[in-house]
């Protein structure tokens, strides 16, 4: 084991996807086949270089293992399994002789080709970012592939840097994990830990062996008491895997890093393991209070790495705070450091990027590269005393003071408006009156509909491209989108869908569109974040209060009606989903921004329904999402955020019917929730987990109208008319045929055009085949 002394100042990771979305662009041109692997491998290499150097100029160290190594070409938990050797069966065939997989055969894993699925992808933790989820067996082989770790820690020390490898541990990487198909009844990967450590072992001694001093193991996993795994066996697992790692004589130092909340109980048993850093979540969690004599007495000879810089948003925020909070630290050990709470990965790289944002909103702001530095800051004040930092402290105090006096900040009509709201109006009519209510749209049993957005191909983003250069006028620009609706409205005709959509193309994002248009907002040129794999958001920044200065939507939603004798769904994205995908205002709670969000949404349906839209969606993905990794939070959330989009709805008449889409398959862990939104029919994510939702939706007696996904368009592929088929028969044995509602698992707006109307010509056929089936007469015995 080393003796290297833990840096002062660290960041738990950084954004990978590049300043200009170089990553992206790299990525998307391998799979186009416009350029080859070395290209994109050389691509890759020269944004670390730039990253390392960028990282360094901004304060943290050369050569002191401050530095993380936190690059991934598409996911950190698919370079895990890869690392590891869990390789789903259907994927062994992309293995070499000796059980390698090249960038081709990686992001085929990801991406699924012809009949092999790709791995589930899921939310990471309470962030925007999705993960894809390992397969674990009884039958796994472990075996350690560690190549493109060993090769970035050694691309780095040659342009002299010494910096600190970062994996998910083990821990997270087996709770992350779903039992892979086949799998007998109650195996749980976590089964699997004793045959997967040794290999994490064997890791960390060619690491050390390389030159290492420290590894960063991110064991997120152990903040969330949402893990489908009863907490004993998560302590467990801690310290059987920590005292394997910790009792291995050649190895690096081990940080285990415990992002995105509180380690709570779990705090004991990583600190009685044989490792030497500890990083707690100081945002969001708590300094340790009152430890427990051991475990007081085993921190006191570990270094503690306080996470006090939101890795999760964009404040500036309260420095002298946060420093506060990592000094009072040293109460508990004598070797104390500071970082973020969480990767960067969550914000974007850089707000001096930002030409058109107001001055005074960005002297609030603080992005990835300003993180750094505050973070290198800190360090310096740990080090020299906080006199040496008074400076810089007061500026960002000073930062806060003005913020919250701005003008837009406090906007007393609209705190008004919410504090006049009654009971009254969370509710709708009857659920039983809206359905009689409703029964003049006239659909068929199974009705099919999408989800909202249309392929936005690159004569849209073009379009759009030109609009913000100034090359297109607002009239014409306008024009090309009526144009696209018009054929996305032909084209659902012609399918035979029944419920239509316009299709979306006039939105560059589901939530920036409508952050455009409302005030309290403000928006970014660069601001890209990763979301999943090569695709970012760009989110945007709620800093005042919100209202709407003009409606938003129905020009699009009218014009698309004014084609079609069906009805066309208004389109509206919900209050928590706003919320969950913007830069937040942290300081007041976010049920009161979330009520101001529905309030102007509640306007929007109102002229959507003056304007003869019968159908009308609002969206919800990110309820989950933005659910408390802590149970004893999860009551207060669900409450504002069910509340929210309530008072959004509440004021919809009974006929019109209300849609919500939710895209993650964990449906059974808020279904109370949903049942509470009192949406006439929820659309959610299934296709990718093979409708396993079905047993949940049937169990709880969700009674409203639902649409499982029978198509995964996070996928290229193209589901046949069986499969599909199949997927609806499952769903029929379970749901009541008239409830039941036939949809992709979500959005089309990532896919080809190709591949959208070959998979919803599938679906069309797939259903008229279950609706002949449910009306063949039941033969008596
Ligand atoms: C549904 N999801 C969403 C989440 N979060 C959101 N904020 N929005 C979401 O839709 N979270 C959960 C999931 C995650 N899924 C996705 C799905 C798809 C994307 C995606 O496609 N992202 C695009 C960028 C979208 C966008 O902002 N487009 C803009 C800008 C387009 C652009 O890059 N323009 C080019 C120029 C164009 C040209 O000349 O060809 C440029 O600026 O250089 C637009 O359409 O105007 C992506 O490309 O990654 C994200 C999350
Ligand atoms: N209406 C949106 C929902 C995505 S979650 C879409 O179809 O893209
Ligand atoms: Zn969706």
Partial sequence: MTAHAFPTGTILGYPRIGRRRELKRAVEAFWAGTIDAAELEARAAELRAATRERLAALGLGRDDSSIPESFSYYDQVLDAAIAVGAVPERFQRLQDDAGRIDLAGYFTIARGEGDDAPLEMTKWFDSNYHYLVPEIGPDTAFALHADRILAEFAEARAAGFLTRPVLVGPVTFLLLAKAAEGAPDGFRPIDRLDDLVPVYAELLAELRAAGAAWVQLDEPALVSESIDEPRDRVLDAIGVAYDVLGSAEDRPAIFVAAPYGALGDALPPLAAAPIEAIGLDLVRGTAPERPDPATEESLASKTLVAGVIDGHNIWRGDLAHAFERADALRSLSSEVAVSTSTSLLHVPHDVDD??????????????????????????????????????????????????????????????????????????????????????????????TTTIGSFPQTGDIRRARARLVKGELSDGEYRGLMREEIERVIRLQEELGLDVLVHGE??????????????????????????????????????????????????????????????????????????????????????????????????????????????????????LRELLPLKLADQPAYLDWSVGSFRLATGGAAAATQVHTHLCYSEFGVVIDAIRNLDADVTSIEAARSRMEVVDDISTSGFDHGIGPGVYDIHSPRVPSAAEVQALLERAVAEIPASKLWVNPDCGLKTRGYDETVASLEHIIEATRAVRAELAEPVLAE
């Avoid at 609209?414 to 709708?428: E, I, M, N, Q, T």
């Avoid at 009519?429 to 659909?443: F, H, I």
């Avoid at 004014?562 to 049920?591: C, E, H, N, Y």
């Fill in 354 to 447: 930002e030409s058109d944002l107001d001055a005074r909103l960005v002297s609030w702001l603080a992005f990835a590269d300003q993180k750094v530095a505050q973070v290198a800051t800190l360090a310096r004040g740990l080090a020299e005393g906080r006199e040496s930092i008074e400076g810089d402290l007061d500026a960002a105090s000073a930062a806060l003071a003005d913020r919250a006096g701005a003008p837009g900040v406090r906007v007393p009509a609209v705190r008004d408006r919410l504090a006049a709201l009654a009971d009254r109006d969370f509710s709708r009519a009857a659920y039983d009156e809206r359905v009689a209510a409703q029964e003049s749209l006239d659909l068929p049993e199974l009705p």
């Fill in 505 to 622: 193309p006039e939105r560059n994002d589901m939530v920036q569109y409508f952050a455009e248009l409302l005030d309290g907002f403000a928006v970014t040129q660069h601001g890209w974040v990763q979301s999943y794999g090569s695709r970012c958001t760009r989110p945007s920044i709620l800093w005042g209060d919100v209202s709407r200065p003009a409606p938003m939507t129905v020009e699009w939603s009218t014009y698309a009606q004014s084609l079609t004798g069906k009805p066309v769904k208004g389109m509206l994205t919900g209050p928590v989903t706003i919320l969950a995908w913007s830069f937040v205002r942290d300081d007041q709670p976010l049920g009161d921004t979330a009520r101001q969000v529905a309030l102007a949404l509640r306007d929007e349906i109102g002229d959507l329904e003056s304007a003869g839209i019968r159908v009308i969606q609002v969206d919800e993905p990110a």
